[in-house]
């Protein structure tokens, strides 16, 4: 018999998580946002539920229709991702690629909701958010520290710091 409030809850887990990391995109004003990583994780879950439902029958048979499923989210993934790089000639510098990481790895909740592995998707996310959180002022610190000096400077400084 078919559960459908715990097929229900996989589906409204990953929207969240999708949802909760699309927002921290959102607020700091990138292409993706709320919405968009919402049904990246929400599309995830719903394939691979239904991978997951065409091997119950026989889990050992069919464990390569989950895998070819997870496969496919993963590449069809990446062609969001890649919408949201932009390379900028004038300057050489690449944007969008923590966005389009974002996005893969909202798939990859999503996948992970979809086969019911709760704690491992919400330890995910916390650990996805944190990195959000922390990880701009590491950056902005490291930037400080190396990217503001010459190159004699920078040499100077590894040198201290290796004794």
């Known amino acids: 018999m078919t559960d459908y409030l715990e ?3 996989r589906l409204v887990i990953a929207l969240l998580i999708g949802c909760a990391i699309g927002i921290d995109r959102n607020l700091r004003g990138k292409p993706t946002g709320m919405k968009t990583l919402g049904l990246v994780a929400l599309g ?5 539920m239904a991978a997951m439902n065409f091997a119950l029958a026989d889990l050992d048979q069919h464990r390569d229709a989950i895998s070819r499923a997870i496969q496919g989210i993963i590449t069809g993934i990446g ?3 890649a919408g949201v790089i932009i390379h900028e000639q004038k300057t050489e510098k690449v944007r969008g690629l923590t966005t389009a990481a974002s996005i893969w790895v909202t798939a990859a909740v999503g996948i992970v909701c979809g086969a019911g592995w709760w704690r491992v998707a ?3 996310t916390a650990l996805i958010l944190g990195l959000f959180v922390v990880g701009r002022p590491i950056e902005q610190w490291l930037h400080r520290k190396w990217l503001d000096k010459s190159p004699d400077e920078r040499a100077d400084i590894r040198a201290r710091e290796e004794d």
């Open 7 to 9: 097929i229900f809850s």
């Open 44 to 48: 995830s879950a719903l394939v691979t």
């Open 79 to 81: 062609f969001l991702g």
């Open 122 to 124: 919400l330890m995910a």
